[in-house]
């Protein structure tokens, strides 16, 4: 262990919060793995809105004020070695999982991870096809499967059914057979269809024509008005969001259909989603691919014009 921790890897990184232009390629040497640990060398990793969230200093609060900090949560790798107490996965597998919240640092030739977030990867699966799975995986996992435990006989309506947690939650929730419609940019609906929902609406929807016809309101946006939300619902039904505000926080602890999902590394839901896209029923689409030295154009082309579109920026470092 003591040659990586004294071998120099690259990573991007940043040595205060701001805005894309904060952001470095540097030098930086991996630390031992503590216990309950892996350390990944890194073949891919992807990007996630919560990236740059968390880069300019939105939720600092959770993750301190110490630089300096990597960028980037989601990776597939190979295990090049494993703390005290790590009995799960040995040296040489291949896997995907996520670095932690605070300690993040992703986007590098190497990562720390607690073993709790890093599953085996499927065989069938591509190195970038596995990096894009952890953070949107987990998340639709998480609301669709264990919150709202969507069945047979069940309708689901997903505002912004497109989006990386969005068009995952469409394919588990279809896949435990429920009826799914979504909400999406009118120039996209061909693509929404081709997903199987069914009726796909624009974003400025009519929802008198959609009331009292769904199980789930699944808001991956979080821009769905709670009345119109509750307006669609059948009765017993349940609204979801995965955007925190203080606000949705509070609305969370009152009586009511509204819950606010904050999703977790859970080892079995990371395996199930891993399962799953090994297997083809979750098919997360990969928009763009770049190495590691060209990644910092690449996320500031992301964060500030949205570009491109349609799925993940993947970074490589093979």
């Known amino acids: ?49 919560m990236d740059w969230k968390i880069r300019s200093g939105e939720l600092k609060i959770m993750t301190g004020r110490r630089f ?19 009995s799960r996965l040995g040296v040489g597998d291949e896997v995907l999982g996520g670095a932690s919240m605070k300690a993040a640092g992703a986007f590098a030739e190497m990562v720390v991870a607690e073993e709790a977030a890093v ?43 497109l989006g990386g947690v969005g068009r995952a939650a469409a394919q588990l929730a279809r896949a435990n057979g429920a009826a799914v419609s979504g909400s999406c940019r009118d120039t996209a609906a061909h693509a929404a269809r081709e997903l199987g929902i069914d009726p796909v609406v624009g974003f400025d929807f009519d929802a008198t024509s959609l009331a009292r016809r769904f199980d789930v309101v699944f808001d ?7 009345g ?5 619902l059948r009765p ?16 969370a602890t009152l009586p009511g259909p509204f819950r606010l999902l904050i999703g977790k590394a859970v080892t079995a839901d990371l395996d199930a989603v891993a399962q799953a896209a090994g297997a083809g029923v979750l098919r997360l689409p990969i928009a763009r691919t770049v190495p590691l030295d060209g990644a910092i154009a690449a996320l500031t082309e992301l964060e500030r014009h949205r570009t491109p579109k349609g799925g993940k920026l993947v970074i490589t470092t093979g």
Request: aromatic share 6%; proline share 9%; net charge positive.
């Open 68 to 86: 300096p900090r990597g960028l980037g949560h989601d990776f597939a790798g190979v295990v090049a070695a494993v703390g005290e107490g790590v």
């Open 236 to 251: 017993g039904g349940r609204i979801i969001d995965i955007n925190p505000t203080p606000a949705k926080f509070v609305r």
């Open 119 to 161: 599953v085996p990867k499927p065989p069938g699966l591509s190195w970038a096809e596995a990096a894009a799975v952890p953070i949107v995986g987990i998340t639709a996992f998480q609301a669709m499967v264990g919150m709202s435990k969507v069945r047979s006989g069940q309708a689901v309506f997903i505002h912004g059914c």
């Open 220 to 226: 991956t946006a979080g821009t769905l008005p709670i």
């Open 228 to 232: 119109t939300a509750k307006a669609m």
């Open 1 to 49: 262990m003591e040659v990586f921790a004294m071998t120099t890897m690259k990573r991007i990184q940043y040595h205060r919060y701001g805005g894309p232009e904060v952001l470095r390629l540097e030098d930086f040497q991996p630390r031992r793995p503590g216990p309950g640990e892996v350390l990944v060398r890194v073949q891919a990793a992807a990007a996630n809105p």
